[in-house]
């Protein structure tokens, strides 16, 4: 958790210089730590399989539902899952960086996400 202090430096043709005001971004992370629980995922980045753990829950024989989901939002890949780890192939991804996201397969709640990058 934390916060980025971001501003904008303009520098006109003239040489002269101008900044904006400071904005504080807070944020908690890229895996899905916002969601209050993390999903991780491995390696990072992935040529042709990837590995997902999933946190425990009250149930440990949950399913879940993973997508696959590009840039441009497209699902790219679904799978379902049964218990906490799972492994993937990405060898049919192109190139780039997805979300990851995993839903209770019963309650279709959100369990986490996180992003990865394809080689």
């Known amino acids: 958790m934390g916060a980025n202090l971001y501003r904008i430096k ?3 043709i003239n040489n002269a210089t101008s900044y904006s005001k400071v904005v504080t971004i807070q944020y908690s992370g890229l895996s899905g730590s916002e969601l209050g629980n993390n999903i991780n995922i491995y390696p990072n980045p992935v040529s042709n399989n ?3 753990n999933i946190p425990a829950t009250s149930s440990n024989s949950e399913t879940y539902d993973i997508k696959v989901i590009s840039t ?3 699902i790219v890949q679904e799978k ?3 218990g906490q ?3 993937g192939n990405t060898a049919d991804l192109q190139p780039g ?3 990851l996201r995993v839903f209770n397969h019963d309650t279709q709640n959100l369990i986490g996400e996180s992003k990865f ?3």
Do not use: F, H, P, R
């Open 117 to 119: 990058v394809k080689l």
């Open 97 to 99: 960086t997805y979300i």
């Open 10 to 12: 303009q520098e006109d």
């Open 80 to 82: 379902t899952a049964s």
């Open 72 to 74: 441009a939002g497209l």
């Open 85 to 87: 780890v799972w492994q």
């Open 50 to 52: 990837i590995s997902l």
